[in-house]
């Protein structure tokens, strides 16, 4: 299989907005809240790469590790992720675990009441923080926030407080409070966040790297350009600007948003171009 530019999945979501149409997405309506770059989940890629658009702040959840995943769920699965900060306002935040030690029986017990806010952890970041949030870990994206984001190929979200919000169908959206009170890791440590602009050298940084997948960062000025090898799965997320992917005799253009894949099989080196001074996020799988 040869290089190909995807065709990403607009998702609408109740706290959704309308920011991707920065990204070259053809959006309509105010509450389109991902785009699935590498499609849905039944395709064939490793990872799923989305681009999320928080008008509101996201349900407090939590995703399987993939022993539980299988056990419970009889999936393939659990569900690790990494958020990339791509735009922000200033007090935006994020929720990442608790802010004080707890056991099972007490989140129980705050969530019977509708108290679980008092216990969770709010970081401030800003553009450029990226976050990994390994699986059993409480978690939500704040409002204002439009984020990069690569996980597993799962969709299992246990949802554990949704801020009494209503669906787009005007119901309260399901809870899965038992499940999450299993699957949270109570022993999770705090975030340790890098900022891209901060830790940049040589115009490249390695941002993320777990077992599941890894992810780094490249800033390009025009006409300047890096080579990749094969014999492995990665996928290139634009971010600013325009870059151009040259493989053989092609080439495939990209814009701020576009992702490109290049297949695990495929035997030949590829280059990115800078058709101008451009940004781009590239995740390679682990597995």
């Known amino acids: 299989m040869r290089p190909y530019k995807t065709n990403p999945v607009i998702v609408e979501r109740v706290w959704g907005g ?12 105010s509450t389109i809240g991902e785009s699935w770059e590498t499609g849905s989940l039944e395709g064939d890629t490793p990872v799923l790469i989305k681009l999320i658009d928080a008008r509101e702040t996201l349900s407090v959840q939590v995703h399987p590790d993939d022993e539980f995943a299988f056990k419970i769920e009889n999936e393939k699965n659990g569900k690790s992720e990494a958020w990339v900060v791509l735009e922000c306002s200033e007090d935006a935040f994020i929720i990442y ?9 007490e989140i129980m017990s705050l969530l019977g009441k509708g108290s679980i806010a008092e216990v969770l952890n709010y970081v401030k970041v800003r553009k450029g923080d990226c976050i990994y949030i390994p699986a059993g870990t409480v978690h939500s994206l704040g409002k204002g926030i439009l984020a990069y984001e690569v996980q597993q190929p799962s ?8 801020w009494d919000r209503k669906d787009l169908q005007g119901k309260s959206r399901e809870l899965h409070v038992d499940k999450a009170a299993e699957a949270i890791n109570y ?34 000025k025009h006409k300047e350009f890096q080579s990749y090898e094969p014999g ?31 297949p695990e099989e495929y035997d030949r080196t590829v280059s990115i171009e800078g058709l101008e001074a451009a940004e781009y996020i590239v995740t390679a799988c682990n597995i």
Not at 18 to 29: A, D, M, P, T, V
Not at 155 to 162: E, H, N, P, S, V
Not at 240 to 253: A, N, Y
């Open 155 to 162: 969709d299992l979200t246990y949802r554990i407080y949704d």
């Open 18 to 29: 309308s920011r991707l149409c920065g990204y070259n997405k053809s959006i309509q309506g």
């Open 97 to 105: 675990g608790f802010n004080r030690p707890v056991e099972k029986a």
């Open 187 to 220: 022993s999770a440590k705090l975030p340790q966040i890098t900022n891209i602009y901060n830790s940049l050298k040589d115009n490249f940084i390695n941002i993320i790297n777990c077992k599941h997948f890894e992810s780094s960062y490249r800033c390009l």
């Open 232 to 262: 492995r799965f990665r996928a290139f997320t634009t971010i600013s600007g325009s870059v151009v992917l040259r493989f053989e005799d092609s080439l495939i253009l990209a814009h701020k948003g576009d992702t490109i894949i290049i």
